[in-house]
């Protein structure tokens, strides 16, 4: 058993100064003052001026590596458990990306279940950018509905021109098909959409649900700061539905990107919901740049400790509230995804938290009840790493 002791504690509301005990990987008690008697194994974390934290979700990583867009040589890497560290991310969600042609979705599952054999928490999306979407099972209704890893299709490329350009009926068939086969398997069954350049970019969207009986919440689409007409467009869609801001590609394309923290300032003054947004990293995702020809002329990777970076910009520069800031990488992607022990830091969630100094450096970070982080220095290491 673990109590740590009168930490400042942001569930994500701000809870005050509280104690909070774990036992396993739950979390079993928040309260003022827990003390302990009895013969019992316990070890006390003394917190006074850290503040505690749920465990940041990303939902949006290419895991087993992605890119590929200027020939074989841009191929990037798979994610390492250091980088999940160094970015305060205790879940992730893997996908594939551009290349559904040489990659596949079963090296994204093996990867899942290699980071959870760490300790870490990790589900993913069946499918790429292609249409028809590659799956595991030939079906992405029996994929949803067989293998627990997987809780949504994605993501599937539109408004882009590396898109297969799904048609109405395509995409309408898509996210029906999740649907039930979430349904059947208890999950989200949600289909997360890559956002392109393309004006009217959420169109494809819009057209789907006026024509049929799909909600706007059965899509998750990305990118939604990628470009000036992308986020004025999505101020209104995301009063309907969700909006995904990613974290990596400001610093490599200030021109033209909206940075993330700024953007969340932006659709909060525009009555988007905070429950409707999140942030994710796109972490290992390839982040290529096209001229007007289509010439790719610039290709940089995404960084899954941008989500810390800009959680910082929200609080310090746009002024935040910590509480609200830490929803859309905790309390929002785990309500949109269905993930239902994550997100929140309360009795029986599972104890996945980060301890953070003023300055808001991870300083301790726990999985599932085991530590990653301590004092500052990672504590456990993948293979290779």
Same mark, same amino acid.
């Given at each position: 058993?673990?109590?740590?002791?009168?930490?400042?504690?942001?569930?994500?509301?701000?809870?005050?100064?509280?104690?909070?005990?774990?036992?396993?990987?739950?979390?079993?008690?928040?309260?003022?003052?827990?003390?302990?008697?009895?013969?019992?194994?316990?070890?006390?974390?003394?917190?006074?001026?850290?503040?505690?934290?749920?465990?940041?979700?990303?939902?949006? !990583?290419?895991?087993?590596?992605?890119?590929?867009?200027?020939?074989?040589?841009?191929?990037?890497?798979?994610?390492?458990?250091? #980088?999940?560290?160094?970015?305060?991310?205790?879940?992730?969600?893997?996908?594939?990306?551009?290349?559904?042609?040489?990659?596949?979705?079963?090296?994204?599952?093996?990867?899942?279940?290699?980071?959870?054999?760490?300790?870490?928490?990790?589900? !993913?999306?069946?499918?790429?950018?292609?249409?028809?979407?590659?799956?595991?099972?030939?079906?992405?209704?029996?994929?949803?509905?067989?293998?627990?890893?997987?809780?949504?299709?994605?993501?599937?490329?539109?408004?882009?021109?590396?898109?297969?350009?799904?048609?109405?009926?395509?995409?309408?068939?898509?996210?029906?098909?999740?649907?039930?086969?979430?349904?059947?398997?208890?999950?989200?069954?949600?289909?997360?959409?890559?956002?392109?350049?393309?004006?009217?970019?959420?169109?494809?969207?819009?057209?789907?649900?006026?024509?049929?009986?799909?909600?706007?919440?059965?899509?998750?689409?990305?990118?939604?700061?990628?470009?000036?007409?992308?986020?004025?467009?999505?101020?209104?869609?995301?009063?309907?539905?969700?909006?995904?801001?990613?974290?990596?590609?400001?610093?490599?394309?200030?021109?033209?990107?909206?940075?993330?923290?700024?953007?969340?300032?932006?659709?909060? #003054?525009?009555?988007?919901?905070?429950?409707?947004?999140? !942030?994710?990293?796109?972490?290992?995702?390839?982040?290529?740049?096209?001229?007007?020809?289509?010439?790719?002329? #610039?290709?940089?990777?995404?960084?899954?400790?941008?989500?810390?970076?800009?959680?910082?910009?929200?609080?310090?520069?746009?002024?935040?509230?910590?509480?609200?800031?830490?929803?859309?990488?905790?309390?929002?992607?785990?309500?949109?995804?269905?993930?239902?022990?994550?997100?929140?830091?309360?009795?029986?969630?599972?104890?996945?938290?980060?301890?953070?100094?003023?300055?808001?450096?991870?300083?301790?970070?726990?999985?599932?009840?085991?530590?990653?982080?301590?004092?500052?220095?990672?504590?456990?290491?993948?293979?290779?790493?």
């Amino acid at each position: 058993m673990l109590l740590i002791k009168n930490v400042n504690l942001y569930s994500p509301e701000n809870s005050g100064v509280n104690d909070v005990l774990i036992a396993g990987n739950r979390i079993t008690d928040i309260a003022g003052n827990i003390e302990i008697s009895g013969n019992i194994s316990l070890e006390v974390l003394h917190a006074k001026g850290l503040t505690m934290v749920p465990g940041f979700i990303d939902a949006h !990583m290419h895991i087993a590596g992605a890119g590929g867009e200027g020939g074989p040589q841009t191929r990037t890497p798979e994610l390492q458990i250091r #980088q999940l560290v160094e970015g305060g991310i205790t879940t992730v969600i893997g996908c594939l990306g551009t290349d559904g042609y040489t990659r596949n979705i079963e090296s994204v599952l093996m990867k899942v279940k290699a980071i959870r054999s760490y300790g870490l928490s990790a589900w !993913m999306y069946t499918g790429a950018y292609q249409v028809p979407v590659p799956t595991l099972t030939g079906d992405i209704g029996k994929d949803l509905a067989l293998f627990e890893e997987v809780i949504g299709v994605g993501e599937v490329a539109i408004s882009d021109h590396r898109s297969s350009v799904p048609n109405l009926h395509e995409l309408i068939r898509i996210a029906a098909s999740a649907r039930v086969g979430g349904m059947l398997g208890g999950k989200a069954g949600i289909v997360n959409i890559h956002m392109g350049d393309a004006k009217k970019p959420f169109k494809p969207i819009l057209d789907a649900v006026e024509n049929s009986e799909l909600k706007y919440t059965q899509f998750y689409p990305t990118h939604c700061n990628r470009n000036e007409h992308i986020f004025r467009d999505a101020k209104e869609y995301g009063k309907k539905g969700y909006i995904d801001l990613t974290t990596s590609s400001y610093a490599y394309f200030p021109d033209f990107e909206i940075k993330p923290s700024k953007a969340l300032r932006e659709l909060l #003054q525009a009555g988007v919901p905070i429950e409707h947004i999140t !942030m994710t990293s796109d972490g290992n995702g390839s982040l290529p740049h096209f001229d007007e020809k289509g010439n790719l002329v #610039q290709l940089e990777m995404g960084q899954s400790s941008s989500i810390l970076s800009e959680l910082r910009d929200c609080v310090l520069k746009e002024k935040i509230p910590l509480e609200t800031a830490l929803k859309t990488i905790t309390s929002s992607p785990a309500g949109i995804l269905k993930l239902r022990k994550k997100g929140h830091l309360a009795k029986d969630m599972d104890a996945d938290f980060l301890l953070l100094d003023e300055k808001m450096n991870i300083v301790y970070m726990m999985a599932r009840g085991k530590f990653f982080m301590e004092k500052g220095k990672q504590v456990v290491h993948g293979n290779y790493e």
